[in-house]
């Protein structure tokens, strides 16, 4: 359970290292970005896995998409063609249960950071939908995630001992 977890962070750190996050104007940053994902695991009311393509009802997870909100208020679609993963996710099986994780990687620029907030809509297909707010703290040379609202509701706080390992939504 632990390998996975930690198998997982290092991929993430490793991809975020190599995108370069810059400012508006393009002009270079010396901010490295650390730990901005979020991971969850998507399940029916059956306790059944959704990111799952044998599960009934699954989510094709080549439709699934991310919405940022931008700083002049509008939800732009996310998709980066020279990232490694261009929407903003990636789905990963669990050595320990086989189950799918759902990570949202937030990899924006300081454009969709609002007041220390980076707001999300996972548009899991046409009719179904999250709303992901992460709030982060930007230190000198890094930003790093400190709490997340799932729908409005308070799902992880680093400060106060509020730490899943992932967030199960349930559809």
């Known amino acids: 359970m ?15 290292c190599f995108v370069r996050c810059s400012n508006s ?4 940053t010396d901010e490295t970005v650390i730990s901005l994902f979020t991971d969850f695991k998507i399940m029916n009311n059956k306790g059944e896995d959704l990111l799952n393509p044998n599960t009934e009802g699954a989510f094709d997870q ?12 509008d939800f732009v679609m996310f998709y980066k063609s020279f990232l490694n993963y261009p929407y903003d996710f990636f789905v990963f099986t669990t ?8 990570a949202l990687l937030n990899q924006v620029t300081n454009d969709y950071i ?3 907030k980076i707001t999300a809509i996972i548009q899991w297909n046409e009719m179904v939908s999250d709303t992901i707010v ?8 890094n930003t790093s995630k ?9 799902k992880e706080d680093i400060h106060n001992g509020l730490t899943p390992e992932f967030i199960s939504l349930i559809k």
């Open 2 to 16: 632990k390998n996975s977890l930690i198998i997982s962070a290092i991929i993430v750190l490793l991809i975020i």
């Open 62 to 73: 080549q439709k699934i998409r991310i919405k940022h909100l931008t700083k002049n208020g």
């Open 25 to 28: 104007d393009n002009s270079p």
């Open 134 to 141: 992460t709030q982060v703290h930007r230190g000198r040379n």
């Open 146 to 154: 400190t709490k997340v609202w799932v729908n409005g509701e308070l």
């Open 114 to 116: 609002i007041e220390n």
């Open 95 to 102: 050595i320990y249960d086989k189950t799918n994780t759902f």
